[in-house]
């Protein structure tokens, strides 16, 4: 299967920084990245659609100046969450979509103090 | 809009023993993909297995398969000759083939399997 790598995996900032989080498909061109966050226990929710090129599709409910999205490539996209406070913390999972699929990054643990 | 439901949060099976976990959705589009995701404590997901609505055949995966019954909107999953690492949280996922590239995967809540040695 394809393969997408996540950086970085484990995250620990001071509130009001800003924190990037690079996803990039390895051996895939994808259109499509899909950003998901995901608490303890719980389901996946999408936050964001990103294509190539294009600005970001963010799910309602999702703030757009906070998690700021860029898709520059065809293998790199990048979330960016600004002023992170702590109930920013979570778990963030990236995914490159395919027509059949979506291929999952191991996702990043980011930790607000 | 549609919705996957995962009714059962966890579930137990002894080793070497087979196990269901069951999954329904509601959709009123005529084809779709649906998929049973793997996290283990890694969290990394992991595809366990893919069934295409047009197929009426029940895809398989080793010791994986699905009963789909596309009538009733049941997608469920059978686990034979469990094993310690089957343990994890397993996601049922629906997703449309309007989109492509583009389309969302809609997952249940998922369910905790564990197994006992």
């Known amino acids: 299967g394809a393969v997408v790598s996540q950086h970085p995996s484990w995250v620990i900032c001071k509130s009001g920084t800003s924190v990037k989080i690079e996803c990039r498909s390895l051996?895939?061109?994808?259109?499509?990245m899909f950003w998901y966050r995901q608490f303890p226990k719980q389901s996946l929710m999408l936050m964001a659609t990103?294509?190539?090129?294009?600005?970001?599709?963010?799910e309602q409910g999702v703030e757009k100046d906070k998690f700021l999205i860029n898709h520059a490539s065809l293998t790199l996209s990048t979330l960016t969450v600004t002023s992170a406070h702590p109930e920013d913390s979570s778990f963030y999972i990236c995914?490159?979509?395919?027509?059949?699929?979506?291929?999952f990054g191991p996702g990043t643990r980011l930790t607000v103090l | 809009a549609q919705t996957v439901t995962q009714s059962q949060p966890e579930m137990s099976v002894q080793e070497a023993e087979t196990v269901t976990l069951s999954c329904t959705y509601d959709?009123?589009?005529?084809?779709?993909?649906l998929f049973w995701y793997k996290q283990p404590p890694s969290r990394q997901m992991i595809l366990v297995i893919r069934?295409?609505?047009?197929?009426?055949q029940n895809a398989t995966e080793n010791r994986f398969s699905v009963n789909f019954q596309k009538a009733a909107k049941s997608f469920s999953l059978k686990i034979s000759d469990s094993q310690l690492g089957d343990a994890a949280m397993y996601f049922c996922?629906?997703?449309?083939?309007?989109?492509?590239?583009?389309?969302?995967?809609?997952f249940g809540k998922g369910i905790t399997l564990s197994v006992r040695p």
């Open positions: 996922a629906y997703r449309s083939v309007l989109g492509g590239a583009n389309s969302k995967l809609t």
């Open positions: 069934q295409e609505a047009y197929k009426q």
């Open positions: 051996d895939f061109q994808a259109t499509t």
């Open positions: 959709t009123s589009e005529s084809d779709y993909y």
């Open positions: 990103s294509n190539e090129g294009s600005k970001a599709t963010y």
């Open positions: 995914a490159g979509g395919l027509v059949y699929e979506q291929f």
